[in-house]
């Protein structure tokens, strides 16, 4: 199935042409330098962005692809979860274009779209697999089963491992967001300069949760670790060896739960997605445990770990092709669990 895609739920315009598990088109116009200067996205700016992007970047989309509206099989949108008016630009724009070409509606869920990704670059993928999200605002550890069926295994109790990045370069100076420029200081840094807490969960009768992780205590500690250093007097402050051991941390959380969690539940092809997806100390270790372990790990590139319409289109043709659609009265929804999937269509 041939699907036109968008993708409006956070900072991104974005929209793509999709076949099946080919990208024809992937157009993206980022935000970021827009909300750079608030230090974060700001939800009624990147609303009124998405109005001002969305139609040169659709226009864009079809043009690349070199396809017109007979090719079109379906249109969709990403519904939930995000920013309700940022999602709501791409949802009306999303139904209008298919009410105008008589073409069927599809409402993505914005992880699903992000599971999706990991079949535009390894298409011969099929579930059962591990998928490991990590993201600005999501950290989970998703049971693929099949199309529109997960089962959420692990997720973060507080800050997502994106959000726990861009916290720690904020208050290190560093700028937003915060991932890319941790990780590159992090290569000149010593990653065990600083021993830091890993992000478990405690159990009431001791031990830790398996697949749980928070990461706001250990954005605390790197923040209490900056204060007694600025307190010892030390000066410049040592920033690369900072970066690095915070990102070894993360990166040694994520891995031992996620390999953990594959080998529980017998599952030996784990794929990674969102934006942390492209952290090298997460590759890095993660790709070296499950090698040892003699589980498959697949990282996507950069292009569709991080938003982006491709992701959405993939999903939305799989749906297409087992005759799901959604009814042109979906709304949007700020929260919405990975297991409400099929509630998107009749
Ligand atoms: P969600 O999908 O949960 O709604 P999102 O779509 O905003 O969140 P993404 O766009 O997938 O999240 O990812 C953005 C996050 O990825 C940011 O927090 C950013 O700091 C982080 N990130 C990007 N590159 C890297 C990197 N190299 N290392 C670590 N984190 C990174
Ligand atoms: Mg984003
Ligand atoms: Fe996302």
Known sequence: ???????????????????????????????????????????EVASRAHVENLGAVVAAAL?????????????????????????????????????LHSKPFLGIHHLEGHIYASYLSQRALQPPYLCLLVSGGHTSLIH???????????????????????????????????????????????????????????????????????????????LRLVQSLQDDGIDPMPVNDLCASFQETVAKGLTKRTIRCAQDYGLTTIAVGG?????????????????????????????????????????AADHLARGHQSDFKLGTRSRMDLAEVMTLYA
């Open 275 to 315: 934006g942390v997806a492209a952290n090298s100390g997460l590759r890095q270790h993660l790709s070296a445990a499950a090698a040892e372990q003699g589980l498959q790990v697949l990282f996507p590139p950069l292009k569709y770990c991080t938003d982006n319409a491709a992701m959405i289109g993939c999903a």
């Open 144 to 222: 693929v089963q099949d199309c529109g069926q997960y089962e959420l295994l692990g997720k973060t109790r507080d800050d997502a491992a994106g959000e726990a990045f861009d916290k720690v370069a904020r208050l290190l100076d560093l700028g937003y967001p915060g991932g890319p420029v941790i990780d590159k200081l992090a290569a000149q840094g010593d990653p065990t300069a600083f021993k830091l807490p890993e992000g478990n969960i405690s159990l009431p009768g001791g031990g830790v949760h398996p697949y749980d992780s928070s990461f706001s205590g250990l954005k605390t500690a790197v």
């Open 63 to 99: 043009q690349d692809a070199d396809v017109t509206w007979a090719d079109i099989d379906g249109v969709a949108a990403t519904c939930a979860p995000g920013l309700v008016g940022a999602l709501m630009v791409g949802v009306t724009a999303g139904k209008t274009l298919a009410m």
């Open 1 to 43: 199935k041939t699907v036109l895609a968008l993708e409006t739920s956070c900072d991104e315009t974005a929209a793509a042409v999709v076949r099946d598990r080919t990208v024809l088109s992937n157009i993206v116009a980022s935000q970021i330098d827009i909300h750079r200067r608030y230090g974060g996205v700001v939800p």
